[in-house]
């Protein structure tokens, strides 16, 4: 009260009320006092408070690491994640990036670590809608029927398998491949797909989800094997490091569950 110049409290009878003053800066010292309380706590329970930052593609995020996040935090108290969710290039030695999570094939990428999480499949996938009906989705075939919805993408050490690609591989033949809507990302694709606007090119990962709780369904049986995976990138030097060595060992243990 002497050093803010203003009454606190008013002491009647050997209580202590809070003024008007005081309970208007009551909310803002709450917020402070929380934040003391969580920082000791990080540092009580795990040592030092880090911040690491991962770069990691939108539909993957969306799809796969977010809704997992919860259990990382668990088991790291004292790290602090950041995502970068952007579909571009990363760099290492520019941006503020400890590891990043994305398209990679198997092979040397000088000054970095790369670590397979994922390999990739495509197949095509749509909504259960299109599976009965006229011109029912049986075969493959039966696509010359329907709208092919396309992903305008491309990985930065080659193209990712398409319609004529996918066509090609299953054997059927007669169908433009380049017909149909395009879109900048797969999950914008899928969310189409899903509402039975076409058919789209699918990928390990990525659709799981839709298709566990039925939202999307694959028609065909047939999938299209490729060499591109998801990586887990981080420079060389800093692979072993706790707060990158924790988040990549977490990582490699969520893929199985």
């Not at 803010?4 to 005081?22: D, F, H, N, W, Y």
């Not at 939202?215 to 060389?236: A, N």
Request: net charge negative; hydrophobic share 40%.
């Amino acid at each position: 009260e002497d050093d803010l110049g203003v009454k606190l409290l008013r002491r009647t009878s050997g209580r202590m009320i809070p003024t008007e003053k005081a309970m208007a800066g009551l909310k803002s010292l709450n917020v402070a006092f929380d934040l003391i309380s969580e920082a000791a706590s990080k540092l009580r329970d795990g040592g030092e408070w880090q911040t690491l930052t991962a770069r990691v593609g939108p539909s993957l995020a969306a799809s796969w690491l977010v809704p997992r996040l919860y259990r990382f935090k668990e088991a790291n108290p004292n790290i602090e994640l950041r995502l970068d969710a952007t579909t571009n290039p990363v760099d290492f030695t520019s941006k503020d990036i400890d590891i990043a999570i994305g398209y990679g094939r198997d092979r040397t990428y000088p000054g970095l670590h790369a670590k397979l999480l994922f390999a990739q499949e495509v197949y095509p996938v749509c909504s259960p809608k299109l599976l009965s009906g006229t011109n029912a989705l049986k075969q493959p075939n039966d696509l010359r029927h329907h709208t092919l919805l396309h992903e305008d993408w491309i990985i930065e050490d080659g193209s990712w398998p398409d319609w004529s690609i996918w066509l090609e591989a299953a054997d059927v033949t007669g169908i433009e491949a380049s017909r149909g809507p395009r879109f900048p990302q797969q999950s914008l694709a899928t969310q189409a797909a899903a509402q039975g606007q076409g058919v789209a090119l699918g990928s390990t990962v990525l659709v799981d989800n839709d298709l566990l709780t039925g939202r999307l369904v694959r028609p065909f049986e047939f999938s299209l094997k490729t060499d591109v995976g998801i990586y887990i990138f981080c420079p060389s030097e800093t692979v072993d490091t706790p707060k990158v060595a924790a988040f990549r060992d977490w990582l490699l243990a969520e893929r199985s569950r």
